[in-house]
């Protein structure tokens, strides 16, 4: 069975910073380019950031500058570094594999984790 888990968030206070991951299990993702999503309460899934198949990295406007993606493909693995944090950064974060598209579109992307909870208290 195909699966993305993330897992490392939580509650941080506004500034603070924390790192999601990612985690492929059933198959390997080295060779995909993968994304990050986050949803707040009421509103759209929305694009963060993702990380191509060569290593470059395009980000929402929103965290440019703060947060960060990588990936370790001996692990399988995709990370979100999040410094900086801001209330309105509150949401659950998701993972998912880019299949082509546009970027910003979840339509374009597969294999979702379930999710990990951001909250960042003001």
């Known amino acids: 069975q195909v699966q993305l888990v993330e897992s490392g968030g939580g509650l941080v206070q506004a500034g603070g910073s924390l790192r999601l991951s990612c985690a492929a299990s059933g198959r390997t993702f080295s060779s995909r380019p993968m994304g990050w999503f986050r949803q707040a309460p009421g509103k759209e899934r929305e694009f963060v950031a993702i990380i191509w198949s060569g290593g470059g990295t395009t980000y929402a406007d929103s965290v440019k500058d703060r947060f960060t993606i990588s990936r370790d493909n001996a692990k399988d693995t995709v990370y979100l570094q999040m410094n900086s944090l801001k209330p309105e950064d509150t949401a659950v974060y998701s993972c998912?594999?880019?299949?082509?598209?546009?970027?910003?579109?979840?339509?374009?992307?597969?294999?979702w984790g379930q999710g990990t909870q951001v909250t960042v208290s003001s």
């Open positions: 998912a594999a880019h299949r082509g598209g546009s970027f910003i579109a979840t339509t374009s992307y597969e294999y």
